[in-house]
Each structure stands twice: as C-alpha cells, then as structure tokens.
C-alpha cells in the first residue's frame, strides 16, 4: 500500500489500485469519473443531482471560462465552487486542448499560444504561467500544467518536438505554481505512441515533481489496442505514491480496461453529450432511445436502480420526449448515464478491494458486448398497461 498527506492506496489486484485524494474540499475515491462542466455547469444537470450520482469531483475548463464569464470576474464573484454552486473539488484543465482544436488563427511559439476566440474573434495569449494563473482565480482544486496535445498521427521528429515543448512548458507551470497546501498541480505526460518518448516525458516530469500525473495525447484516434499498449509501458513508470489521471477517456469498456491498468481518474463528455442525443448507457451496452422499437417499450432503463432517472420513467416515455424534443428528455438521460458511469466506477472499486476486478471486467465486457434483447412482446406490453 502506498500512503501519502495527499494520495493513499488502500488496496491493489494487480495493476488496478483503490484508494483516496485528499482534498480541502473533501475526499475523491479512486477510481474516480468526472463529470466534465464544461462552462460552469454540467449540462442539463443541477449541481445537487450530479453529487447524487457519486461523483466527487467536476471538471472545469480554462479556456472556456477565461473566455466568458472571464477568470478576473469569476475571482471577484468567489471562485468557481461558489459561482456554480458546487462545494467537492474541481479540476481545472489548461486550456490547450480547446486552443488547439477550437480557438481560430493561432500562433504556438515557445512563450506560448496566441489565438483568437472562437466566440467574438477577440485576441488572447495563454502562456504557461497565464494558464495556472487563470485556474488560480477560478480557484480549482487540481490545476493542470499547459501542454500541447500532440496529434495523432505524428511522425517521431513531431512527436518529440511537442513532447519537449510540452516539457519546458511543465516546468514553467510548475515555477509559476509555487507551493501551495491546500492545492495541486497535476503534471501531462506526452510522446504519442512511441515508448521511449513517454519514458522521456515521465523522466523530465518526475524530476520537475508534481502532486499527481496525467497521461495526455490519447483517446484521439490511435483505438483501444494502441491506448492499452501506451497505458501497459507508460503506467510502471509513473510514481505508485500519485494519482495517475488518464485524460478525455471515454467509453465504458476503455476506463475498465485502463483501471485494470492502474489508472485512478478520468473525465469525458460523453455520457452527458449522448444524454442530449439520444444515446443511454445500460449494463447490456449503449441503445439509441430515438429508435422506433422503443416507442412501446414499458420497461425502465434499469429497474434496479436507484436513479429516479434509470428506474421510474419508461423507454417508451423517454422515446416520446426524444422525438417530441423536449427538454425533459435531454434531462433524464444525462442524470441515468452520468449515474451509470458512477455506479460503474463504484463496483470497479468495490471489485478491486475484494480481489475479482479481472472476473468482473470480464462479466462487464461480456455484458457490453452482448447487447440488449428484442424489445418485450405484446403481452408484457399489455400487462405493463393495467392500472
């Protein structure tokens, strides 16, 4: 068992670790799922009914928040717990990714990246000591150093300049960090998919120092074998006594595969961004609530659950408000699937403690890649209908 003021392990099977992060704002059991709130709020979620899922923690986004309200106001207005009403801890990420992939015309030097907002075409710089100041206003618990995503696919030569890039920049975010009790700094291990630039990367960041290490630069079209296989030589490496956070993942079967890997946290917008299209998680995988074979389907998402969401709403009901497109629907299924991920993460939890993670994400894959049967035949629908 690892124990340290900020990070403890309290039970391992294989490679796959329980355990908790200290925070001033409470504790984070790991393995641990974050809800992303993108903008200060988790979409279509109440703050109270996201804690009620499980979650411990939310992620906020740096570039979207220095954009608009703006890191000055947030500050003045006391901080971003206090703004959207949530009192767990917060993860900030940095803000490069969205530069990257959102922000137009901009320009990557070493100081930094110059763009223009997506939003209004006005003029920013985010360097790396303007990234953690900004995430120092909002006031997050875990900051995030400011890295450049390198893309997939990248040559060696583009992989190892961004990886050394996103090195010098760590340092900086760490020089410009400081000390600081009651928060910390996560450090973002790059190198795309080639090992000996990971174990670069893990090197120039473990001699920097930080409170815990992300793995950065996947989930971004390289599949699940290659991920597996980054996570399989990149996870050893890494400090047993830190919090190891693998970044934008995802999927149900990629967060079982990853924690049998020993990864402790992750975060992704997709339960909440397929609540709004349509898309359910069940344990028998994903199904698509906008299909014709749910229009008479009485059954719950989950009956079993305790999700107001997953147990006291029919498929057929959910189907109406899809079709009808109203907001209700958008509503209930981002609560089920953001409950699903929780649930998920407390048996995986639950699993690892009583030594049978292997058997339990085999069941769980099974499941998944089993699929749900036919809709119920005319009869349960009828019998479903009697008062």
Same mark, same amino acid.
């Not at 100041?133 to 030569?157: K, N, R």
């Not at 899809?322 to 509503?331: D, H, I, N, Q, T």
């Given at each position: 068992?690892?124990?340290?003021?900020?990070?403890?392990?309290?039970?391992?099977?294989?490679?796959?670790?329980?355990?908790?992060?200290?925070?001033?704002?409470?504790?984070?059991?790991?393995?641990?799922?974050?809800?992303?709130?993108?903008?200060?709020?988790?979409?279509?979620?109440?703050?109270?009914?996201?804690?009620?899922?499980?979650?411990?923690?939310?992620?906020?986004?740096?570039?979207?928040?220095?954009?608009?309200?703006?890191?000055?106001?947030?500050?003045?207005?006391?901080?971003?717990?206090?703004?959207?009403?949530?009192?767990?801890?917060?993860?900030?990420?940095?803000?490069?990714?969205?530069?990257?992939?959102?922000?137009?015309?901009?320009?990557?030097?070493?100081?930094?990246?110059?763009?223009?907002?997506?939003?209004?075409?006005?003029?920013?710089?985010?360097?790396?000591?303007?990234?953690?100041?900004?995430?120092?206003?909002?006031?997050?618990?875990?900051?995030?150093?400011?890295?450049?995503?390198?893309?997939?696919?990248?040559?060696?030569?583009?992989?190892?300049?961004?990886?050394?890039?996103? #090195?010098?920049?760590?340092?900086?975010?760490?020089?410009?960090?400081?000390?600081?009790?009651?928060?910390?700094?996560?450090?973002?291990? %790059?190198?795309?998919?080639?090992?000996?630039?990971?174990?670069?990367?893990?090197?120039?960041?473990?001699?920097?120092?930080?409170?815990?290490?992300?793995?950065?630069?996947?989930?971004?079209?390289?599949? %699940?074998?290659?991920?597996?296989?980054?996570?399989?030589?990149?996870?050893?490496?890494?400090?047993?006594?830190?919090?190891?956070?693998? #970044?934008?993942?995802?999927? =149900?079967?990629?967060?079982?595969?990853?924690?049998?890997?020993?990864?402790?946290?992750?975060?992704?917008?997709?339960?909440?961004?397929?609540?709004?299209?349509?898309?359910?998680?069940?344990?028998?995988?994903?199904?698509?609530?906008?299909?014709?074979?749910?229009?008479?389907?009485?059954?719950?998402?989950?009956?079993?659950?305790?999700? =107001?969401?997953?147990?006291?709403?029919?498929?057929?009901?959910?189907?109406? +408000?899809?079709?009808?497109?109203?907001?209700?629907?958008? #509503?209930?299924?981002?609560?089920?699937?953001?409950?699903?991920?929780?649930?998920?993460?407390?048996? +995986?939890?639950?699993?690892?403690?009583?030594?049978?993670?292997?058997?339990?994400?085999?069941?769980?894959?099974?499941? %998944?890649?089993?699929?749900?049967?036919?809709?119920?035949?005319?009869?349960?629908?009828?019998?479903?209908?009697?008062?």
């Amino acid at each position: 068992m690892t124990e340290s003021p900020y990070f403890s392990v309290s039970a391992t099977d294989g490679a796959a670790r329980t355990g908790l992060i200290q925070t001033a704002r409470g504790p984070i059991r790991t393995p641990a799922f974050m809800p992303v709130g993108t903008q200060a709020t988790v979409k279509t979620m109440l703050p109270e009914h996201v804690a009620a899922t499980g979650a411990d923690i939310l992620l906020g986004n740096t570039y979207h928040l220095m954009l608009r309200p703006g890191a000055e106001r947030m500050a003045r207005l006391g901080g971003l717990h206090n703004f959207m009403n949530w009192r767990r801890p917060i993860l900030t990420d940095s803000g490069g990714f969205q530069v990257m992939s959102l922000a137009k015309l901009r320009k990557m030097t070493e100081e930094g990246v110059r763009f223009r907002s997506h939003i209004d075409g006005s003029e920013y710089m985010l360097t790396p000591e303007r990234s953690i100041e900004i995430q120092g206003l909002l006031g997050s618990d875990i900051q995030m150093v400011l890295d450049e995503c390198t893309p997939y696919p990248a040559t060696y030569d583009q992989a190892e300049s961004s990886m050394e890039l996103s #090195m010098r920049w760590a340092l900086r975010s760490a020089e410009a960090f400081g000390a600081q009790a009651d928060h910390a700094l996560f450090g973002i291990v %790059q190198g795309s998919t080639y090992e000996d630039l990971r174990r670069r990367s893990v090197d120039a960041l473990t001699s920097i120092g930080f409170d815990g290490y992300a793995i950065g630069g996947l989930a971004v079209g390289e599949g %699940q074998a290659k991920m597996f296989n980054v996570l399989d030589y990149t996870g050893p490496l890494l400090p047993q006594d830190k919090p190891r956070y693998l #970044m934008g993942v995802g999927k =149900p079967l990629d967060i079982v595969g990853a924690v049998r890997r020993g990864v402790d946290m992750f975060d992704c917008v997709l339960p909440t961004r397929s609540g709004r299209h349509g898309q359910a998680f069940t344990k028998h995988g994903p199904i698509n609530l906008a299909n014709a074979r749910y229009a008479e389907d009485p059954r719950p998402l989950d009956a079993a659950s305790d999700c =107001p969401a997953s147990r006291d709403y029919s498929r057929a009901y959910l189907h109406h +408000l899809f079709k009808a497109r109203e907001y209700l629907g958008p #509503m209930l299924l981002t609560w089920h699937n953001l409950h699903f991920y929780q649930q998920m993460m407390a048996d +995986l939890r639950t699993a690892i403690a009583e030594q049978r993670v292997e058997a339990f994400a085999a069941a769980f894959e099974a499941e %998944q890649r089993r699929g749900e049967a036919e809709p119920p035949e005319e009869g349960l629908i009828a019998e479903a209908a009697q008062p």
